[in-house]
């Protein structure tokens, strides 16, 4: 069940639903608005011949107020407010539509685990071809929220928990590649 905005509203009052900075006019009917961060990563591809799953991925950091993404680039970015679910709601990260109106894609893999904590990481793609420049401050993307059937078992405790900034991929810490070299495939 998707929350309303009575009920996000009641759930941020009682201490439940942690967003951080919250404006009032970031409510919306189904869904809080969120805003870019200052904090960006772009990949080093001159110091990287391949991108690998098994490797760190070296990024540059930029701290601004505003940045340009060039035509067909993509970057990391982070949203100013800090979040924290309880154990019984996901949310899925949306591109706000007049962005995506001009070629500007936002996804954060689309999906937030219940019991993360932290700001949002958004990779933001430039499908445009011409430059745009953000401003940090200003709404980039929505949150929905969705109330599970019960509490999850096991909630979001993984490698980007308490996130503050944007985080590159930690692909190279999954379970699955230390199991790989234990018990190399043949």
């Not at 110091?47 to 490797?55: E, R």
């Not at 993404?69 to 591109?95: N, W």
């Not at 932290?118 to 933001?124: F, K, S, V």
Request: aromatic share 6%; net charge positive.
């Amino acid at each position: 069940m998707i929350l309303s905005d009575v009920t996000l509203k009641k759930m941020i009052d009682s201490g439940e639903l942690i967003v951080k900075p919250i404006k009032k006019e970031s409510i919306q009917p189904a869904s809080i608005d969120c805003h870019l961060g200052k904090h960006y990563l772009t990949i080093e591809d001159r110091k990287m011949s391949v991108i690998t799953l098994d490797s760190p991925i070296q990024y540059r950091e930029i701290s601004s107020n505003s940045i340009t993404i060039p035509a067909h680039s993509f970057l990391l970015a982070t949203t100013e407010e800090y979040i924290k679910l309880p154990a019984d709601v996901t949310a899925f990260v949306e591109g706000r539509s007049s962005i995506g109106r001009i070629g500007l894609f936002i996804q954060n893999a689309g999906w937030v685990d219940p019991g993360f904590e932290g700001r949002i990481t958004l990779e933001l793609y430039n499908a445009n071809s011409l430059p745009i420049k953000l401003q940090s401050g200003r709404r980039i993307c929505q949150l929905v929220f969705c109330k599970m059937d019960q509490s999850a078992k096991n909630p979001y405790a993984g490698k980007y928990q308490g996130q503050v900034k944007s985080i590159g991929s930690r692909i190279y810490q999954d379970k699955e590649l230390k199991l790989l070299k234990i018990h190399p495939v043949k």
